[in-house]
């Protein structure tokens, strides 16, 4: 049975490949990191910052902050209010991105912005890796 010689030198390729797009990716999140950052403390919170932000602190904090949109939809969870749905037809995934910045730091817009740029960021990676 013969053995392919090419093996390592494939391996090799494959690596360097790898660390080529996790350079790229790299550059990619800085450049965008600091674009984010100019921005991210801007004054005012976007319609749909507000929405999702609003319900995660509610989970976070266990009280609940002011009226929400109609038709929203909870489950209680540790006693307190987990967002499942914001509207009907709009799902809670933002917020529970938020939840676990919301735990540890002060809620804030420049948190709610910086946690929505850190997941666009894995997305991308993902994405990088995949194609």
């Known amino acids: 049975m013969a053995t392919d010689s090419n093996q390592p030198a494939a ?17 990619l999140a800085l450049v965008l990191l600091w674009l984010g950052g100019v921005t991210a403390t801007s004054l005012g919170y976007n319609y749909d910052e507000a929405i999702f932000a609003g319900m995660a602190k509610d989970f976070t904090t266990g009280s609940v902050h002011g009226h929400h949109m109609p038709g929203n939809g909870t489950a209680k969870i540790f006693n307190r209010q987990f967002p ?18 919301f735990t540890y730091c002060e809620p804030s817009v420049f948190i709610a912005r910086m946690s929505n740029l850190a997941w666009s960021l894995v997305g991308l990676l993902f994405f990088m890796l995949w194609v």
């Not at 391996?11 to 550059?27: D, K, N, P, Q």
């Not at 499942?84 to 910045?101: D, E, H």
Request: net charge positive.
């Open 84 to 101: 499942v749905w914001i509207q009907p037809y709009l799902g809670a995934v933002k917020s529970w991105q938020l939840i676990p910045l």
């Open 11 to 27: 391996s090799a390729s494959c690596t360097r490949e790898f660390f080529i797009l996790l350079g790229v990716w790299l550059a």
